[in-house]
């Protein structure tokens, strides 16, 4: 079975700043799907970014980019010029690749990583 | 115009009561779940439904039984509702294995 770890339960960065949220994950799998989700106070979960193993090159959506390591099994979002609003808990998430399989389609989390952003 | 919406977004109910939690999507997808996010934010599948038929059927309770009538709707129904249930549901959707699950806000159920 998959696991998905993040070890940082809490991380703190200050305003304008650059802070990077670690994941980890086990799998015997070669082809998957990764995410991180954002989940602020008001509950919602937010896809941020996605990246598939398949591809070398790491996925990147405006302020949030991702450092994929496939050897490694590491999986860490960087936030570049927080922002307030950035404030929330953040996901790590695995989904397979398998095909033929609904089991493949689930999502696998990690326990999060809550982040405050400081004046 | 929402994508993935939940009814009702809270739910406060006695133990032993029976309780049900609606969602609906109008992304076209064929492929809805159910999580539930315990007290400590820990997000666990439960269900999942491709095209009306149960597909993921994790180890829950049988208390606990989704319905969709449609692949645009997905139904939980909870009987004899425990302590334990309190938690906050979440739905979500996807095309099949191919994009990211979009989720509803989620629906926070408190046991008295």
């Known amino acids: 079975a998959q696991t998905v770890t993040q070890s940082q339960p809490e991380m703190s960065v200050q305003e304008a700043e650059t802070v990077t949220l670690s994941c980890t994950y086990d799998?015997?799998?070669?082809?998957?799907?990764l995410f991180w989700y954002k989940q602020p106070p008001s509950r919602q979960m937010i896809l941020v970014i996605r990246q598939e193993a398949y591809k070398q090159q790491n996925a990147t959506e405006n302020r949030f980019s991702v450092n994929f390591q496939k050897a490694a099994k590491s999986f860490s979002l960087k936030i570049s010029d927080s922002q307030l609003g950035d404030a929330a808990m953040y996901f790590c998430a695995y989904r397979s690749g398998r095909r033929g399989t609904g089991t493949a389609s689930k999502l696998t989390f990690g326990t999060g990583t809550r982040l405050q952003v400081t004046l | 115009d929402t994508a993935v919406s939940q009814t009702p977004k809270y739910l406060v109910t006695q133990m032993g009561n029976d309780k049900s939690i609606k969602c609906e999507q109008n992304?076209?997808?064929?492929?809805m779940y159910w999580y539930k996010q315990d007290s400590k934010k820990f997000l666990k599948i439960m269900f999942s439904?491709?095209?009306?038929?149960?597909?993921i059927n994790e180890t829950v309770p049988n208390r606990f039984s989704p319905k969709s009538p449609d692949k645009a709707h997905l139904n939980l129904h909870i009987n004899s509702l425990e302590l334990g249930d309190s938690a906050v549901y979440f739905c979500?959707?996807?095309?099949?294995?191919?994009?990211?699950?979009?989720f509803g806000d989620g629906t926070r159920l408190s046991i008295l």
């Open positions: 979500a959707s996807s095309q099949y294995r191919v994009q990211p699950q979009h």
């Open positions: 439904y491709n095209n009306k038929e149960l597909i």
């Open positions: 992304l076209g997808h064929d492929t």
């Open positions: 799998t015997s799998e070669s082809d998957y799907y």
